[in-house]
């Protein structure tokens, strides 16, 4: 994926360009140097709304094995909220 990033400017000079480089990747528009609006094709939109993916298949994904997770149960009981 590449981003490309383009001023107010020259989105508005270079639109066609904008929306060819958005087939590769975000393209990201400023104004005075700050991010303002970003640019995607209407498939990475599609792809980012689209299936909204639940704890179950989040765990599911491949390669996940090779993460060490160590959770050791904690021995401290619940203390009251200070409230003062």
Same mark, same amino acid.
């Given at each position: ?19 060819? /480089? ?39 994904? /491949? ?22």
């Amino acid at each position: 994926m590449t981003i490309t990033t383009l001023s107010s400017r020259d989105f508005q000079q270079n639109a066609n360009l904008a929306q060819k /480089a958005s087939q590769k990747g975000p393209v990201f528009i400023t104004n005075r140097g700050e991010p303002v609006q970003v640019l995607l094709s209407f498939k990475d939109y599609q792809a980012m709304i689209g299936k909204k993916r639940n704890i179950v298949d989040a765990l599911a994904m /491949a390669g996940l094995d090779d993460i060490d997770f160590d959770l050791t149960p904690s021995r401290q009981l619940p203390r009251l909220a200070d409230l003062s």
